[in-house]
């Protein structure tokens, strides 16, 4: 069965890099600039297995999206996964306290991308690592 990702991050750039990371892993993908319009597409029925959010993005920010997110009984599924490039320890803490199961600082290597799905279980074949 083949996973599905969502890539969510304001950079049309980024959001190309990372799907070509994923999409290397046979994840099917969909992309959102905002966590607000991630959010729209997984109530029109999009269910991703991992979302890879960027934290610094308009109308809803990566953070507040997670927060959505870990609202709602059905998604509680979800991988969260942040990709940015907030650094600061404070950050990290408050996202995975929020609810995010990893926290890649960018600019990233597609290794790191990859090490960091295995560790989740999330090899990308549709079976655990």
Request: charge should be negative; include cysteine; proline fraction near 5%.
């Amino acid at each position: 069965m083949t996973q599905r990702a969502m890539i969510i991050d304001d950079s049309r750039a980024m959001r190309s890099i990372l799907r070509r990371i994923i999409t290397g892993l046979d994840f099917e993908t969909a992309e959102a600039g905002h966590g607000q319009e991630a959010l729209d597409l997984m109530e029109a029925g999009f269910a991703p297995d991992l979302c890879l959010i960027d934290w610094n993005m308009p109308v809803m920010d990566g953070y507040t999206f997670i927060t959505e997110v870990r609202k709602r009984p059905e998604w509680r599924n979800v991988t969260l996964m942040m990709v940015t490039t907030e650094s600061e320890q404070g950050q990290i803490v408050k996202a995975l306290a929020a609810g995010a199961h990893e926290y890649v600082i960018k600019p990233f290597t597609p290794d790191a991308i990859v090490e960091k799905l295995e560790l989740l279980g999330l090899s990308g074949k549709g079976i655990p690592a």
